[in-house]
């Protein structure tokens, strides 16, 4: 019996070695995984360009690959637990003295995409940051208090979905009122990070390195009148988030007729539905809270990509949307933002 033993790769320069790393956490091993990022350590490889130009855009693949249905949700799971286990593999084997200030990181409440901001985390760490690592759905008033017990010099605040912006507000609005100031990044906050200066944040970083950089200079920046960022969330938004259940499963209901193709759906699908209908809710709310319709159009091309890849019919999300945009007639903003969606899947 022949072993075939391939060499890791040695430098990121080799192109083959983000298609490894890719199919190492792809098939689940784990140990290859972590062999990989330890041999590129020991060959000389810095522990940022690692994360950074590794990890990250491995795990940005891993998401592409799941939108097109080529992965399972399963696949993607253990992948994600692979990069965090090889992330974990590169901080236990740097460690470096904290000479600059405390930062806490943390997701925002309902934010379960932790290792982003782990690998923000171990990014400042290796910059000489002290580093209180909070992970994922950290309540507002818990990340408060923890602000009084260790008195750090920033909050480093992810948000990775949209939809937790109502509550990123909630988090940045309280924790520089205690006077921390925060620094905000994520996808989550739009392009440019346009809805973190809307909800006050005093600073946003498109990646960690740019967060990096942006907090080695200047900071902590002068701190305004934490209650000067506008007051959002306005009856639409109130009324969509009170009825939230009974819109979705009225919504559900109406369906049944609007698309008879559902009758014939299994349970799977059925639940399937119900969490998409769930997300058009969720959508519409942070759309409506910081006043910009390209949340929810931006979702709405989204959710199309997602949808097509599993070949279920557009003509489906149309008669979601038009099943809520009936129930939200009196709601003048709603019933524009649902239109434009509308708009965008009829173009389908
Ligand atoms: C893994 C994963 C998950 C895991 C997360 C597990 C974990 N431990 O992190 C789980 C299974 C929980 C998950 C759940 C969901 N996910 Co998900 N997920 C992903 C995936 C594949 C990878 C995330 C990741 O690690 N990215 C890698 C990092 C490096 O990404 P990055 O954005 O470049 O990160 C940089 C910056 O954002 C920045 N940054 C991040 N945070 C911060 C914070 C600060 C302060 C600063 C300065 C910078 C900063 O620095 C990072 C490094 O440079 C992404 C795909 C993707 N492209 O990210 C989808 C993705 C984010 N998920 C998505 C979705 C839709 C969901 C779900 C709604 C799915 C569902 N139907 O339930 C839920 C939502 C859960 C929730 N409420 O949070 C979508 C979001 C689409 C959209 N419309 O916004 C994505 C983009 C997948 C896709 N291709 O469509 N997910």
């Not at 392009?191 to 900071?219: C, I, N, Q």
Request: aromatic fraction near 6%; include cysteine; glycine fraction near 8%.
């Amino acid at each position: 019996m022949s072993v075939t033993v391939t060499t890791p790769p040695r430098s990121l320069e080799d192109p083959a070695a983000g298609e490894r790393f890719l199919r190492l956490v792809g098939e689940g091993d784990e140990f290859g995984a972590v062999e990989l990022v330890t041999a590129l350590l020991d060959a000389g490889e810095q522990p940022q360009r690692i994360i950074l130009g590794l990890i990250a855009p491995t795990q940005s693949r891993v998401g592409e690959l799941w939108a097109a249905n080529e992965w399972s949700v399963a696949r993607e799971h253990a992948a994600t637990a692979i990069s965090e286990r090889a992330l974990a593999a590169v901080a236990a084997r740097t460690s470096v003295r904290p000479t600059r200030g405390r930062i806490t990181v943390a997701c925002v409440d309902g934010e379960w995409h932790a290792l982003p901001s782990r690998m923000l985390g171990e990014m400042l760490r290796l910059d000489g940051w002290r580093v209180d690592f909070l992970g994922a759905n950290v309540p507002g008033p818990h990340l408060v208090t923890h602000l009084h017990q260790t008195g750090p010099d920033a909050v480093a605040l992810s948000c990775m979905i949209p939809t937790r912006l109502p509550r990123a507000h909630a988090a940045i609005t309280a924790c520089r009122s205690v006077g921390v100031p925060v620094i905000t990044g994520g996808r989550g906050f739009g392009p440019d990070g346009r809805w973190a200066h809307r909800l006050g944040a005093d600073a946003w970083a498109a990646t960690a390195d740019d967060a990096v950089a942006r907090l080695a200079r200047k900071w902590p920046p002068p701190l305004t009148d934490p209650f000067e960022s506008a007051f959002l969330g306005d009856d639409e938004y109130t009324y969509v988030v009170r009825h939230r259940g009974d819109l979705v499963q009225t919504a559900l209901t109406r369906l049944l007729a609007a698309y008879p193709a559902m009758n014939a759906y299994d349970q799977r699908q059925h639940d399937a539905t119900a969490e998409d209908m769930g997300h058009i809710a969720d959508f519409l709310a942070a759309s409506l809270y910081v006043g910009d319709e390209t949340v929810f159009t931006d979702f709405v091309d989204w959710t199309q990509a997602v949808l097509r890849a599993r070949a279920v019919p557009p003509v489906a999300l149309r008669a979601g949307l038009e099943v809520l945009a009936e129930q939200l007639r009196d709601f003048p903003t709603a019933t524009a933002t649902l239109r434009a969606g509308l708009d965008l899947a009829a173009g389908e």
